[in-house]
Every structure is written in structure tokens, then in C-alpha cells.
């Protein structure tokens, strides 16, 4: 019974796979992305059934490789290596267990792209913050304006509209400014008109 189950999953799981070599190769990530899920979903649970039936080789073995390699096809790392831990828990072939450490090795190496990618997304995101200084300069055609902080540091801030409005009301004024920095470009976003004081 356990193997008519574990087949009837394995080809159910097979068929969402193909699913998503075709919706990928049409450029649906997305929809790719949904059916390796569900691919991996059904083989991991194809590949349990065996989980304790050491003796049942390379049928063990092969489906906790199958399942490993679709869930790091859908990007889930975690549950990709406990797969693969699963399949050298057991008596695989050695041309098995071969697979399964290359897999583990690109695994590895698809984390740290990933890690990669994600720092290089947060040192570029826009960082927001409240500066106080004083408006000592201001260019009407570059739109730039310089902001002479309370550390006596100045800073070119670009204002993305209504700088004569901005020269005119809140020139040689104490404000506190929100700017917001983008790699080594700092724009204007709001003056805190709360904060203003007139200089002596």
C-alpha cells in the first residue's frame, strides 16, 4: 500500500514539475515558482513514506533526492537540506550519495548568492533621517541647496521642487530637514516647520 501511495505522490509531484519547466520557459515565474511548491510538496511527502525503510534502497534515496532538488527550486534551502541529510541517513548507493552532496554544494552556493543579493538590497535602499542645521546657500537652476548641520558639517541636499518657496521662508533659519540618501545622492523630503527658530 505504502508503495502504491508513494508512486501515485511521486508521479502527481513529477507532473507539477514538468508543469513548471513549461510555465518557466514561457517566462511565468511566478506560476513556476507556485508548482515547484506544490511539486515539492507531494514528493516530500512521497519521500517520507520510506523514511525508516532503510532497506528499501535506491528507492529511498532517489525520491529524498527528487524532493531535495525541488524544494531549492522554490528556493526553500531549509527544508532542500534536510532532505538531503534524510537521503545519506540511509544506505544510498554511492552514486546517489554523490548527488546528494553536489546538490548540498549548490545549495550552499544558491544561499550565499542569496545572501548576497540581499545585502547588496539594503545598503542601496533609500535611508531616511532628521537633520538640523541651517540653510546657508542655494542654486535655482541645479536645485541644490546647502545645509550647514549643528556639527558645523555642510551638506549638498537636492530639493526636488519649490526651492524659491523653500529660500524664501526658511533662509539663515534653525529647521530640522527629513533627507533622505540614496548611495551618494541626499534629496530633500520635508521641513519640520515645528522645530524652526529664527537666528540671532
Known amino acids: 500500500m505504502k508503495q502504491n501511495n508513494s508512486k501515485e505522490l511521486h508521479r502527481e509531484a513529477m507532473k507539477y514539475a514538468q ?3 513549461v510555465a518557466d520557459a514561457k517566462g511565468g515565474k511566478t506560476a513556476a515558482f507556485t508548482l515547484y511548491e506544490q511539486a515539492f510538496a507531494l514528493e516530500k511527502e512521497a519521500a517520507n513514506l ?3 525503510s532503510f532497506e528499501k534502497e535506491p528507492t529511498r534515496s532517489v525520491l529524498f533526492r527528487s524532493a531535495a532538488s525541488l524544494a531549492m527550486n522554490c ?4 527544508e532542500a537540506k534536510r532532505m538531503i541529510h ?7 548507493p554511492d552514486e546517489i550519495v554523490n548527488e546528494l552532496l ?12 542569496a545572501q548576497s543579493v540581499s545585502e ?9 533621517f532628521w537633520v538640523k542645521g541651517i540653510l546657508k546657500s ?27 518657496a523653500i529660500v524664501r521662508d526658511y533662509w539663515e533659519q534653525n529647521m530640522s530637514v527629513c533627507i533622505v540618501k540614496h548611495g551618494k545622492q541626499f534629496t530633500l523630503v520635508e521641513i519640520d516647520k515645528i522645530f524652526m527658530q529664527k537666528t540671532a
Open 86 to 92: 534524510l537521503g545519506l541517513a540511509g544506505n544510498a
Open 50 to 52: 520510506f523514511i525508516l
Open 102 to 113: 553536489q546538490l548540498s554544494k549548490q545549495i550552499d552556493k544558491a544561499v550565499k548568492n
Open 75 to 78: 528556493k526553500q534551502y531549509d
Open 138 to 164: 542655494a542654486d535655482a537652476q541645479t536645485r541644490k541647496m546647502t545645509l550647514v548641520s549643528e556639527d558645523s558639517k555642510p551638506s549638498v541636499v537636492l530639493v526636488p521642487q519649490g526651492l524659491s
Open 19 to 21: 508543469d513548471a519547466i
Open 120 to 128: 547588496k538590497v539594503k545598503k542601496t535602499k533609500p535611508q531616511h
